[in-house]
Every structure is written in C-alpha cells, then in structure tokens.
C-alpha cells in the first residue's frame, strides 16, 4: 500500500516536471545577471588562454595584440564591456606569459657571474654573450626596455674588455631600443616622462663620442724622418700622401656623423627639434669634406628651423647650402646647366626658399649676402632683359615680347625644377610682394600651392607670405 502511494507520487512530480519544461522551451529565453557574468568570464578565459597559445607560438606578441585592441576600442567596432573584458584577458596573459619567463630574475643571474670571487676571475665574455641572447629574446617579445638595458650591460663587458667599437654598437643598439620604447608609449597615446628618449640620447652621444676618438687616434702622425729625405722623393710623393690624407680625413667622421644624424631623427619624431639643433649642427660640422651628406644635413636643418619660427637661422642655412652647392663648380657662372644633376635639386630647393623669406623678412640690402642678392635679382623684371641683352645681342628686339625664342631658352636654363610656369609664377608673387598688393598675392598663392604640393616648409612660408602681406 505505502509503496503504491509513492509510485503514484513519483509520476504526479514526473509530470509536473515536463509541463514546467515544455512551458519554459514555449517562452522566450531569460538569462540573469549572474548567468550572463559567468558566459562572458569563460569566453574571456577562453580568449586568454588562446591568445597565451599564440603568443608562446612566436606567431603573435602581446604588444602587437594589445595595439589592435586599443585601435577597435578607440574605433568603437565593439561594446564597451567587451573591449574592458579583452584588456582584462590581455594583463592576465601577458602576466602568466612573465611568470615563467622573468627577464629581470634573468638579468640578475647573469650579473651575479661578474661579481669579483677570491682567486677568480670573471668570464666577462660568457657573460656578454648570454646578455645579447637575452636581449635577442626580449626584442623579439618587443620589451624594449629590457632589451636597451641588455645592450647597455653588453657595452659595459666590452669596455672591460677594451673593445671599444663593440662597445659603440652595443650603445648604438641600446639607443634604438629605447627609441623604438619611447615611439611605442606615443603610438598608443600615453603620457611618456620621457625617459626612454633621454636614456636613448645619452646612449647615442655615448657612441658618438667614442667613435670620435677611435677616428682620432687612427689618423696616421707625420713621421719625424720624413722631412729629411730627398727633394725629389718628397716631391714625388708628397701629392699621393696629401690624397690619401683628404680621403682618411674626408671618411674618418662617417660614423659619427651618421649616429647623429639618427639621434636627430630621433628627437624630431618625439618634437624636440630646439634639441636636434645642435646635433645637427655638430653633424655639419663633422661633413664638410663631403658635400652631398652636408646639403642633405643643411636641409634637414633649414626644416628644422622653419618648425620652430626662426626664419632667420633658416635664411642663413638657405646661404650655407648655396654657397656649398655652387662652389662645386670652378665657372663663374651660375647657371642650372653647368651644376650636377644631384645639386640641382638642392639649389631648387634653397632659391624658392631663400626668395620666400627674403619677401617675408625684407633684410636691409647692406646685411644681405651676395647669394641673396643674385636669387633676388633673378626674380625680378629688369634681370630677366639685362642678361638676355648679354647672352643674344642678335635678338634684341625680341626682348620686349615675352614669347621670344631667347627669352625662353633662359627661363629653361634658369628655371627652379625645369619648370617655366614655377618660374613666373615666383616672379609675379615678387613683384607683386613688393609692390604691397594682398589680391595679386593671394590669387597667385592658388596655382603656387599645386607646384609647391611636394614641398610642405615652402608651402608653410608661402602661407606666411600671404599673412605677412595681408597683414601690411
């Protein structure tokens, strides 16, 4: 009997059972708050333990990933709980990816091989070998820090070792590091102390400096013996000697050079251009056996300075890549057909600069140079008859029209850029400067910009000319 009742029990509850089910698959699914929390936690650990697999593969890099996360967040292409849960994922990752794998722990192991021991001497070269396959790993897990701080203790080994162009390359390497750290901290919009760059900086006059006086002390000495040989020897050998001297002298600063030519680079990209001034004037300094490396130095400079407002120091750099551009040739005349081709750019580049801010600063004719002077003169109306009058005394009467065969035979030679139309172009922008007439200015400036749309600084001081003269 009491087992009857318990088997009817059980089919009444059996019954109940299905009827809840069958009545809650008919209504509209309905998930908590809690249920909700506990899918999105398994699909972010879900996430994180992929992303782990792939980063321990070598085939994706923590930084890499976090990068295009912060892009999707800043795009908005997905929620904002989601992007917040991916970032979570990514601090756990990255952290079990370090837990195994601690570099600093690394670092420490290998400097407690240098510790001096009683009776012992440290195998420093070991130690600088396992320092530079430790900073191989971490650049290639992009930590840049860490890796900049593997370069420097790579350069200390070599200077123990008395080798100092391993240690320049070390400092060298440990520089970019810590640049390509601080480039990083920009792209991704964070505030930077700027740390990172002064470290890179100290890095960089580091090697500079050392492979300044490494240069030095290779350049050979005059030999006291030598003024005591013969007249004839001397005199035989005395124009291969000053040669090879000019060729030592004119490669021995290269290196140096070149190191600071990255370092100014470097601070340009993280605006410190009043800091890359000076760098890149030690640079010019260091080039001026080399002409084609200085007019590129000199540009660089002349940027520099239009950047930070000086017009004038830009002005004075315009008279420096002149004077070093025409002096390359023995003619007296200055004309594009008697300059190399690598130099005609150059000198494009410098006259429409130069007669921009001549019209801008309007210097005293006293103060103004005689390369100054000549590209002044070249834009005006009276030069353009004077000089043909010079070259084609058969065609003077067909100085006066504008369409003449001599006339347009000298504007092509003298023609920044090969370009007539460039040419005029700048002849009425000067005439119409001087002349104070605001229209004229800025109804030429139009078809001025799409010449000038490869020069970005020449458009800058078009711009200001067009002010300077509304303004007036």
């Known amino acids: 009997m009491i087992g009857r009742e318990k088997g009817v029990r059980d089919r009444v509850v059996n019954e109940k059972s299905q009827a809840t089910a069958a009545a809650a698959a008919s209504l509209p699914v309905r998930r908590s708050v809690a249920t909700d929390k506990g899918i999105r936690g398994r699909r972010t650990r879900n996430l994180s333990c992929s992303a782990v697999a792939g980063v321990q593969a070598g085939g994706l890099s923590v930084t890499t990933l976090a990068r295009s996360l912060f892009g999707a967040f800043l795009e908005g292409s997905s929620s904002t709980n989601q992007n917040l849960e991916v970032v979570a994922a990514l601090v756990r990752m990255e952290a079990s990816f370090l837990k195994n794998e601690d570099y600093l722990q690394q670092y420490r192991n290998i400097s407690s091989k240098l510790r001096k021991r009683f009776l012992r001497k440290p195998n420093v070269a070991e130690a600088s070998e396992e320092f530079g396959s430790?900073?191989?790993?971490?650049?290639?897990?992009?930590?840049?820090?860490?890796?900049?701080?593997?370069?420097?203790?790579?350069?200390?080994?070599?200077?123990?070792?008395?080798?100092?162009?391993?240690?320049?390359?070390?400092?060298?390497?440990?520089?970019?590091?810590?640049?390509?750290?601080?480039?990083?901290?920009?792209?991704?919009?964070?505030?930077?102390?700027?740390?990172?760059?002064?470290?890179s900086a100290s890095c960089y006059r580091r090697a500079i400096a050392i492979h300044s006086s490494n240069e030095g002390q290779r350049q050979p000495s005059p030999q006291p013996g030598a003024g005591s040989s013969s007249g004839k020897s001397s005199g035989s050998t005395s124009p291969s000697g000053a040669s090879e001297s000019e060729q030592q002298g004119a490669g021995s600063n290269i290196v140096p050079a070149a190191l600071s030519i990255e370092l100014a680079n470097t601070l340009?990209?993280?605006?410190?251009?009043?800091?890359?001034?000076p760098v890149l004037l030690s640079a010019a300094d260091m080039l001026h056996d080399c002409p084609v490396q200085l007019l590129r130095v000199l540009q660089q400079l002349h940027d520099c300075y239009i950047l930070l407002g000086d017009l004038d120091g830009a002005l004075k750099t315009c008279v420096k890549m002149l004077d070093v551009a025409w002096q390359q040739r023995e003619q007296q005349t200055r004309e594009f057909s008697s300059v190399p081709a690598s130099f005609r750019d150059v000198i494009s580049r410098c006259e429409v600069a130069s007669l921009l801010l001549l019209l801008i600063l309007q210097p005293l004719p006293q103060r103004t140079p005689d390369v100054l002077t000549n590209v002044f003169n070249k834009y005006s109306l009276s030069s353009v008859a004077s000089q043909s009058n010079g070259q084609c005394p058969a065609h003077r009467s067909l100085i006066s029209m504008i369409n003449g065969q001599c006339l347009a035979h000298l504007i092509e030679i003298n023609a920044p850029f090969g370009d007539r139309g460039l040419w005029c172009l700048l002849q009425s922008v000067a005439v119409a400067a001087r002349a104070r007439d605001c229209c004229a200015v800025t109804e030429l400036a139009v078809p001025l910009t799409a010449l000038l749309h490869h020069l970005p600084y020449h458009l800058h001081l078009l711009h200001l000319l067009v002010l300077h003269v509304n303004r007036g």
């Open 134 to 199: 430790l900073e191989h790993t971490l650049a290639d897990s992009e930590v840049w820090t860490g890796a900049g701080l593997c370069c420097i203790a790579v350069a200390r080994c070599q200077q123990s070792l008395a080798n100092a162009y391993a240690e320049a390359d070390a400092l060298t390497q440990a520089a970019r590091c810590y640049a390509k750290a601080e480039h990083a901290t920009r792209d991704i919009l964070c505030p930077s102390f700027g740390d990172n760059l002064l470290t």
């Open 268 to 277: 340009e990209m993280c605006d410190r251009c009043s800091e890359a001034l």
